[in-house]
């Protein structure tokens, strides 16, 4: 058996409205296109074969942060507080769960020797212990890092890079 791909995303559950800081306005995260997107994405991945879909839960930071771009831009006197606009900040949610439970799965499918290879779609490199596990024990381990750069230390921890999913707008190949 091979397992083809684990896939973890961050705004799955944002259902929630909030109100931005700087105009009051009312926003609705489950009208954005980037949550339609997830959502018709995750769809998708639900039918393929050999794909094990592990989403973690959104905790709600309650509370709305500055870009990091503008931030430095403040910091650095290139524009004051009046300067910032309702895309300059966003809601704080952060991701949890997630990465235990794909490496729980990663160290189970390899202990009992359920797989050959595993192809885990993410960049992140907190993956690190269980792709050592896996290639400890002789699992070719890929990473699809989703069109995303990678840091470097990783690459000495997997077997290779590919990618398995079509960059959007791309369309040849």
Same mark, same amino acid.
């Given at each position: 058996?091979?397992?083809? *791909?684990?896939? %973890?995303?961050?705004?799955?559950?944002?259902?929630?409205?909030?109100?931005?800081?700087?105009?009051?306005?009312?926003?609705?995260? %489950?009208?954005?296109?980037?949550?339609?997107?997830?959502?018709?994405?995750?769809?998708?991945?639900?039918?393929?074969?050999?794909?094990?879909?592990?989403? *973690?839960?959104?905790?709600?930071?309650?509370?709305?942060?500055?870009?990091?771009?503008?931030?430095?831009?403040?910091?650095?006197?290139?524009?004051?507080?009046?300067?910032?606009?309702?895309?300059?900040?966003?809601?704080?949610?952060?991701?949890?769960?997630?990465?235990?439970?794909?490496?729980?799965?990663?160290? %189970?499918?390899?202990?009992?020797?359920?797989?050959?290879?595993?192809?885990?779609? %993410?960049?992140?490199?907190?993956?690190?212990?269980?792709?050592?596990?896996?290639?400890?024990?002789?699992?070719?381990?890929?990473?699809?890092?989703?069109?995303?750069?990678?840091?470097?230390?990783?690459?000495?921890?997997?077997?290779?890079?590919?990618?398995?999913?079509?960059?959007? *707008?791309?369309?040849?190949?």
């Amino acid at each position: 058996m091979i397992c083809t *791909g684990y896939f %973890s995303t961050t705004a799955y559950l944002i259902i929630k409205k909030q109100h931005n800081p700087l105009t009051g306005k009312s926003v609705d995260f %489950s009208s954005t296109d980037q949550y339609k997107f997830q959502r018709e994405f995750l769809e998708e991945l639900k039918k393929k074969r050999k794909i094990a879909l592990r989403l *973690g839960i959104l905790e709600d930071r309650k509370r709305w942060i500055i870009r990091p771009s503008k931030t430095k831009e403040l910091l650095t006197r290139k524009i004051v507080i009046d300067d910032l606009t309702e895309d300059d900040v966003q809601f704080d949610f952060i991701q949890k769960r997630v990465d235990i439970k794909i490496g729980l799965d990663i160290a %189970s499918m390899t202990l009992k020797k359920q797989v050959e290879q595993i192809i885990l779609i %993410s960049g992140d490199s907190d993956f690190v212990p269980a792709a050592k596990l896996a290639r400890r024990e002789g699992i070719d381990f890929l990473l699809d890092p989703m069109w995303n750069p990678i840091k470097p230390h990783l690459f000495e921890h997997i077997d290779g890079l590919v990618s398995k999913i079509r960059k959007p *707008g791309n369309h040849h190949g």
